[in-house]
């Protein structure tokens, strides 16, 4: 498991990083003007963006599942479902390895690849590789 200092670190990075993400996604999606500027913030999940409801819907189905499953992970840990070790099943790494890594799923699903889902893939592998090394 990663040291203590490096899973502050990088939860701080994470928390932080989706916060501005996810800022910027309500200014495109919401305040943009009309003249289809909103569109382009699915650009990096299809770059055809031939039908933006489409891939608004399943933009939307993947974020949700994702945060969907990273807050499980964490409610099934935090209620003392215990591990051998003593501790809870899932702490933060372990749970955003997992739903990190079915997100990289959906998004190869659901959509052509990009470089967006390529970098998606390649972090949700090493945050595996990661968890299954220090198993």
């Not at 990088?10 to 989706?18: E, G, I």
């Not at 899932?90 to 997992?98: I, K, S, Y």
């Amino acid at each position: 498991m990663p040291s203590g200092r490096y899973l502050r670190l990088s939860t701080f990075l994470f928390v932080f990083a989706y916060a501005c993400v996810h800022a910027n996604f309500l200014y495109q999606f919401s305040i943009a003007d009309e003249s289809g500027e909103a569109g382009r913030i699915f650009a990096k999940y299809d770059e055809q963006n031939t039908d933006r409801l489409r891939v608004a819907s399943r933009v939307y189905f993947t974020k949700a599942s994702w945060m969907f499953i990273l807050v499980l992970l964490q409610a099934l840990g935090a209620a003392g479902i215990k591990a051998e070790q003593g501790r809870g099943r899932f702490d933060f790494f372990e749970a955003m390895a997992a739903s990190t890594t079915i997100y990289a799923m959906e998004l190869l699903y659901f959509f052509p690849f990009t470089i967006y889902i390529g970098l998606n893939c390649l972090g949700a592998g090493a945050m595996l590789i990661t968890w299954l090394l220090n198993l």
